[in-house]
Structure formats: C-alpha cells, structure tokens
C-alpha cells in the first residue's frame, strides 16, 4: 500500500511539474492587431514580461532590439509583454521614446498570473512547438549572451 501511495504521489509532482508547458495567450499589439501565441507556434520566441515603471526593464531594451535585428530574418520572435502600463496609447508613447524595434503586446493580469511572473522582467525563451527552453528572472550582466546563446542552440535542433 505504502508503494502506491508513493507511485501516486511521484505521479502528481512529474505530471504537475511541466516546464515545457507554457500558456497560450491572445493579446493586443499596439497597432491595434490581435497576436495569438498559436501564430508564434513555429518560431522561437523571446517573450519578455516588463513594465514602463520597472528600471531594469527599460535597460533591457537595446539588447532586445539587437536581438530581434539579428535573428529577425531566421525566424526568431521578440515579443515585449507590457503589464502594469495604463493603456496602449501609453504604452506606445514609452516605445517611441525607447525605440524599441520589435513587437509590444499589451499584457494583463491573467497573462502574469499564467505565467507565474512575480517581478519584472521575466524573459522566457521559447522554442518550436511553443516549449519552454528558459526562463530569465531579473537582470544579469551574461543575460543577453546567455539568450543568443539559447537562439543558437534552438535554430540548430530545428533545421
């Protein structure tokens, strides 16, 4: 009996613990636009969770734009998550003066929840098939090398 119990309970914890699960979502760019996670499903995607308030974020801006500049044209997607930022037209004011190059989505509380984000910002890298590769918390002064190195790992396993 004790042996079940035990099979049971390693089952819950294997079968409750899916990093490669990541939750689908369906949010507003800025133009308007609806962008569906389903429509990212064959790319590999750098979603990064910020806000307009949050320091740490904004300093992530010119390695963001570097690395949609670089991967762009082999199929890798960068996608701002903007949470906690008033409405798009604010947002979009912040994108102008920050010049970010690549897509901003407007975020809300049921996509942080989802996501299990708790501070920003949160970077996940997803690869094909919409798998979570890694997440980043926070800043660090290797984050960004440490993701075109995830990109490069993820192009070379999906030729």
């Known amino acids: ?27 507003p760019q800025l133009d308007g636009q609806t962008l569906r996670s ?7 995607v750098i979603l990064d969770f910020w806000a307009t308030w949050c320091e740490n974020c904004v300093s992530e801006i010119p390695d ?5 500049k670089e991967y762009s044209s082999r199929g890798v997607k960068v996608v701002g998550l903007a949470v906690q930022s ?8 912040f994108v102008k003066q920050y010049d970010m190059r690549y897509t901003v989505l407007v975020g809300n509380d049921d996509t942080v929840s989802d996501f299990g984000v708790i501070s920003f910002p949160n970077t ?7 798998k979570l590769y890694k997440k980043y918390s926070g800043v660090s002064e290797t984050k960004a090398a440490d993701i075109q190195r995830d990109i490069e790992t993820l192009l070379k396993t999906k030729r």
């Open 1 to 27: 009996m004790r042996a079940l119990i035990l099979v049971c309970i390693l089952f819950a914890t294997a079968t409750a613990q899916q990093p490669d699960s990541v939750p689908q979502f369906s949010l």
């Open 38 to 44: 389903a429509e990212l499903k064959d790319k590999v």
């Open 64 to 68: 963001l734009n570097k690395l949609e």
């Open 86 to 93: 008033g409405w798009a037209s604010d947002i979009q004011k």
């Open 124 to 130: 996940y890298v997803i690869g094909p098939g919409w």
